[in-house]
C-alpha cells in the first residue's frame, strides 16, 4: 500500500498551471481586443484613413478675359497632366517604351529620370495633355502612373491680342501683359476634397469636399477686338512693306478715354512661347517704349504760344529760307517757307517757325503744357512697365535746347501718352484718365472733367491740324485723308539715338490723328521704327496706316459722315465695367 501512495505523480500542479497560462492568454487577447476597439480606436482609425483616404486638390478656373463686348481673349480649357510614384514603377519594365512614345519623350531619358527619383512619391512626366490622349497613357494600366486635372491657357485671338493679354506660366501664373497685372484678380482659389483611394492609387470612393473652388473673376477690357483684328491688320502691312525695325498702332476713344485698340510688330504666338528667340518681342511697346516724338509735339509748343498771349493762329511769322542758327547750331527745314503764319507754321511743319516761337515765350511754358498734358508721368493704365517719359527741367535748358524742344526733341514719350495728350486737344481741353478696362456708364458719368487748356486754344489747335491734311489749306500729308470724313493729325519724324549720337539715316515715323475732326471720336497714334527704302518721312510712311485704321474705325464705330446729323456721344456706352471692386494697380 506505501508502495502505491509513492507511485503518484509528483507533477499533479501541471494541469493547473495549463489552465492557468490558457486563462491568461485568453485575458491578454480580451484586454488588446478591448484596447483595439475602445482606447485606440482613434488612433487606429487615422492611421489606416493616412494609408486609404487622401485629400485631393479642387483646381480653381481662372477668369476670362474679354474684349468690352463680351469678346473671350482668354480662356481656359480643362487638360490632364500625368504624374508618377517612381517607387511603385519598375523603370526597366517593357511599358516603359510605350509610355514615352505616348508622351513623346525619350524613353532613355524617362528610365534614368525615373530611376534618379526612386525616393520620391510624385514627379510630372508630361504637363497639359488633352484628356483624349491622357486617357490613352492611363489605359496602358502601368502601376505609379496617374492623372490630375489642370487648365490651361487659350488665346482665341492669338498674336493680335498677344501684346494685351499676355501669357501664363506652366502653373497658370500671369507672366505677361493683363495676365500678369490683375493676376490675383484672374487667379482664383483652390479647394479640396477627401477621397479613398486603392493600393495603386485610384479613387474607388468619394469622401465629401472640404472646400468649394473659388472661381476667378473675369476681367472685361476696353478693346473692341473688330477694332484691334483692323489696326493689327493695317499695322503689320506696313511694317512687312517698310522692312521696318518695329512699329506701334494705338486708338483711344475721345469721350471715355478708353482704349480700343493697341497693336504692336513683330509679334508672338502665346501658344508656342519656346519658339520665342527674342524676348523684346513680348513686350508691349506702346507702354514700355519712349520715343523722342518729333514734329508731333509742335502742336504743344503753339498751344503755349497762344496761352502766352503773344500770338493768335493768324500771327505772322517769317522763316526766311528754312535755317538758322541757334546757339552756334542749325536748325532747318525740309524746305524755305518763308512767311507763315502760326497756323502756317502747323501746316508746313516748320521747325524755324516753332523754334522762334519759343525763344519769344521761353522754355517755361512750353514744359508748362507738356506736363499738364500727362508727359513725364505714367498714364495709370496699371500695365506692367508701363513708362514715364522724359520732360526736361526749364531752367537747365539753353537757347538750342529750347528750340529743339519745341519741335519734339529732349522730351520723350510712349505712344500711350501721344494718344491721350491729342485726345485733350480733341476734347475741348479736358484731360481723362487712360483706361484699358472697359468703364460702365456710372464711370463714365464719374470720370473728372479736369480741364487743362481752355477750350477756344483746344479747337484753334484742332483747327490748325485739319490744315495739315488738306491741300486746299496748303497741307501735303494727304495720305491721311478719309473718305466723308475731315482729319486732323500732325506728322513726326526724329532721328534715332544711335551709339555716337543721332543716326543720320534712322529715323521713327509717327502720325497722330483726330477723326473726325468736326466733333472727334477717336485719335490715332501710328510710330513706324527704322522704315526701310526712299521714305521715311511720318506722311510717307505712317500717315497711310493711319487712313486705313480710321476708315475702318469709321464704319465699324457706326459713326456718321461729316455732312449727315450726328448722335450723342453715350451712343456706344453699354455693359458693365471692366471688372467692378478691382483692386488699385
Known amino acids: 500500500m506505501t508502495r502505491n501512495k509513492k507511485s503518484k505523480p509528483a507533477d499533479a500542479w501541471r494541469p493547473a498551471l495549463l489552465l492557468l497560462l490558457m486563462a491568461l492568454c485568453i485575458g491578454i487577447a480580451g484586454w488588446k ?39 473671350p481673349l482668354a480662356i481656359s480649357t480643362p487638360v490632364k497632366s500625368i504624374w508618377a510614384d517612381p517607387s511603385e514603377i519598375n523603370p526597366r519594365g517593357e511599358s516603359i517604351g510605350e509610355l514615352a512614345r505616348l508622351l513623346e519623350l525619350d524613353s532613355g531619358a524617362l528610365r534614368t529620370r525615373l530611376e534618379e527619383n526612386r525616393g520620391r512619391r510624385f514627379l510630372y512626366l508630361q504637363r497639359h495633355l488633352a484628356p483624349f490622349d491622357a486617357e490613352r497613357v492611363l489605359a496602358l494600366g502601368i502601376p505609379g502612373v496617374y492623372e490630375q486635372q489642370e487648365y490651361r ?53 468619394e469622401l465629401n469636399t472640404i472646400e468649394l473652388a473659388q472661381p476667378g473673376k473675369d476681367l472685361r477690357l476696353s478693346i473692341d477686338i473688330r477694332l484691334q483684328n483692323l489696326v493689327y491688320r493695317e499695322l503689320k502691312s506696313a511694317y512687312l512693306m517698310r522692312k521696318a525695325k518695329a512699329a506701334t498702332a494705338v486708338v483711344i476713344d475721345v469721350n471715355t478715354g478708353e482704349l480700343l485698340a493697341v497693336a504692336n510688330q513683330p509679334s508672338y504666338n502665346p501658344h508656342n512661347k519656346t519658339q520665342i528667340e527674342d524676348l523684346s518681342v513680348t513686350r508691349n511697346r506702346a507702354f514700355t517704349d519712349i520715343y523722342e516724338p518729333g514734329s508731333t509735339m509742335k502742336p504743344f509748343t503753339i498751344a503755349a504760344a497762344l496761352e502766352s498771349g503773344r500770338f493768335t493762329p493768324d500771327t505772322v511769322i517769317e522763316t526766311g529760307n528754312g535755317w538758322m542758327v541757334v546757339a552756334g547750331r542749325t536748325v532747318q527745314d525740309l524746305f524755305g517757307y518763308g512767311t ?16 522762334l516761337i519759343a525763344a519769344e515765350i521761353g522754355a517755361d511754358p512750353i514744359v508748362d503744357v507738356l506736363e499738364r498734358f500727362g508727359f513725364g508721368r505714367a498714364p495709370g493704365t496699371g500695365f506692367p512697365g508701363e513708362q514715364d517719359g522724359v520732360v526736361p527741367e526749364p531752367g537747365r535748358l539753353g537757347r538750342h535746347a529750347t528750340a529743339v524742344l519745341s519741335f519734339g526733341y529732349g522730351v520723350s514719350a510712349t505712344a500711350v501718352h501721344l494718344a491721350q495728350a491729342y485726345s485733350i486737344f480733341a476734347d475741348e481741353g479736358h484731360r481723362k484718365p487712360v483706361s484699358l478696362l472697359k468703364l460702365s456708364e456710372d464711370e463714365i458719368a464719374a470720370l473728372p472733367q479736369h480741364r487743362v487748356i481752355s477750350p477756344i486754344i483746344a479747337r484753334q489747335v484742332v483747327e490748325m491740324l485739319e490744315t495739315v491734311v488738306d491741300r486746299s489749306r496748303g497741307g501735303a500729308v494727304t495720305g491721311a485723308r478719309i473718305p466723308f470724313y475731315k482729319v486732323a493729325g500732325k506728322t513726326g519724324t526724329s532721328h534715332v539715338v544711335g551709339s555716337s549720337g543721332y543716326e543720320e539715316n534712322l529715323h521713327n515715323s509717327l502720325f497722330v490723328g483726330l477723326a473726325p475732326a468736326t466733333r472727334p471720336e477717336i485719335v490715332v497714334v501710328v510710330i513706324v521704327n527704322e522704315p526701310k527704302g526712299d521714305e521715311h518721312l511720318g506722311g510717307q ?22 455732312d449727315a446729323p450726328r448722335p450723342e456721344p453715350s451712343r456706344r456706352i453699354s455693359g458693365q465695367s471692366g471688372a467692378e471692386g478691382l483692386p488699385e494697380l
Open 541 to 562: 510712311v505712317a500717315a497711310p496706316v493711319f487712313s486705313g485704321i480710321a476708315a475702318g474705325a469709321m464704319r465699324i464705330l457706326n459713326v456718321p459722315p461729316d
Open 340 to 355: 507763315l503764319t502760326t497756323t502756317g507754321v502747323i501746316t508746313k511743319s516748320s521747325n524755324v517757325g516753332t523754334s
Open 153 to 205: 491657357r487659350f488665346y482665341p485671338h492669338g498674336e493680335i491680342t498677344a501684346h494685351l493679354t499676355g501669357f501664363n506660366d506652366i502653373d497658370d501664373n500671369g507672366q505677361e501683359g493683363m495676365e500678369r497685372a490683375y493676376n490675383s484678380w484672374l487667379q482664383g482659389v483652390p479647394g479640396s476634397r477627401r477621397v479613398i483611394k486603392d493600393r495603386r492609387g485610384n479613387i474607388i470612393e
Open 33 to 71: 481586443a478591448v484596447a483595439l476597439h475602445v482606447l485606440d480606436r482613434d488612433f487606429l482609425q487615422e492611421e489606416g484613413d493616412a494609408r486609404t483616404v487622401r485629400t485631393v486638390p479642387l483646381v480653381a478656373n481662372r477668369g476670362l478675359i474679354t474684349d468690352r463686348n463680351g469678346e
